[in-house]
T-cell receptor, first 113, second 114 residues
Framework: DSGVTQTPKHLITATGQRVTLRCSPR?????VYWYQQSLDQGLQFLIH???????AKGNILERFSAQQFPDLHSELNLSSLELGDSALYFC????????????FGEGSWLTVV | AQSVSQHNHHVILSEAASLELGCNYS??????LFWYVQYPGQHLQLLLK??????LVKGIKGFEAEFIKSKFSFNLRKPSVQWSDTAEYFC????????????FGSGTQLTVLP
C-alpha cells in the first residue's frame, strides 16, 4: 500500500458525460501528480500540483482539468468524454515541490461507452 | 524535453534465467532514474531509484540497475527470475531541476514461465 488513495476504482460512463476522479496523497505529501495510462499512449503525465498551485502541465487535454484543495486532496475532472478517454488514471504524490520519489495510487479505471 | 526508450516490449524467460531490461534516456541535464513494476491489475510500485553516488543500485526483490552516464542507460537486472516476477516494468526519468516531471518509457512486459 503506497498510501495514495484514489476513488473510484472503476467507473463506466457514456460519451459526452463528465466525471471527477479523486485522489488523497500520502500523509504529509504536498505534491500531487496525475498520469493517464492507455494501451496506445502508454503512461502520460497530465499535470502536477504543489500545495494547491499548478506546477507543471503535460499532455492534458483542454477538456480535462484538475485542482488541489487546501486539505491537499486533488480532483481530476474529465468532461465531454470520448471513447478514447478510456484509460487508467493514476494519481501520485511526493513530499515537496521537488520530491525525489513519486508514489502511485492504485488508479481509477475509466471506461467510456 | 526528456524521453525514455525501452527497447524490449515483451520478454519471455524461464524460471532461474537471468534478466536484463534495457533503458536509455535522453536529457541534457542531471537526472534521477527509476524502475517501477506493475503487477497485473495493480498500481505502479517503485523497484529502485538512482539519484547520485554508486551507479550500481540495488532494489527490492533482488533487482539491481546500473547507471552508465556515458551511454545514457539505466538497465535493470536480476540474476535469477521467478514466476512471480511476471509483470510490466517501466523505466522512468525525472529531471533534477525544478520541473520534477517524471517521464516513463513504454514499458517491458516480462513473462516468466514456470
Amino acid at each position: 500500500d503506497s498510501g495514495v488513495t484514489q476513488t473510484p476504482k472503476h467507473l463506466i460512463t457514456a460519451t459526452g458525460q463528465r466525471v471527477t476522479l479523486r485522489c488523497s496523497p500520502r500523509s504529509g505529501d504536498l505534491s500531487v501528480y496525475w498520469y493517464q495510462q492507455s494501451l496506445d499512449q502508454g503512461l502520460q503525465f497530465l499535470i502536477h500540483y504543489y500545495n494547491g498551485e499548478e506546477r507543471a502541465k503535460g499532455n492534458i487535454l483542454e477538456r480535462f482539468s484538475a485542482q488541489q484543495f487546501p486539505d491537499l486532496h486533488s480532483e481530476l475532472n474529465l468532461s465531454s468524454l470520448e471513447l478514447g478517454d478510456s484509460a487508467l488514471y493514476f494519481c501520485a504524490s511526493t513530499e515537496g515541490p521537488s520530491g525525489n520519489t513519486i508514489y502511485f495510487g492504485e488508479g481509477s479505471w475509466l471506461t467510456v461507452v | 524535453a526528456q524521453s525514455v526508450s525501452q527497447h524490449n516490449h515483451h520478454v519471455i524467460l524461464s524460471e532461474a534465467a537471468s534478466l536484463e531490461l534495457g533503458c536509455n534516456y535522453s536529457y541534457g541535464g542531471t537526472v534521477n532514474l527509476f524502475w517501477y513494476v506493475q503487477y497485473p491489475g495493480q498500481h505502479l510500485q517503485l523497484l529502485l531509484k538512482y539519484f547520485s553516488g554508486d551507479p550500481l543500485v540495488k532494489g527490492i526483490k533482488g533487482f539491481e540497475a546500473e547507471f552508465i552516464k556515458s551511454k545514457f542507460s539505466f538497465n535493470l537486472r536480476k540474476p535469477s527470475v521467478q514466476w512471480s516476477d511476471t509483470a510490466e516494468y517501466f523505466c522512468a526519468v525525472m529531471d533534477a531541476g525544478s520541473a520534477r516531471q517524471l517521464t516513463f518509457g513504454s514499458g517491458t512486459q516480462l513473462t516468466v514461465l514456470p
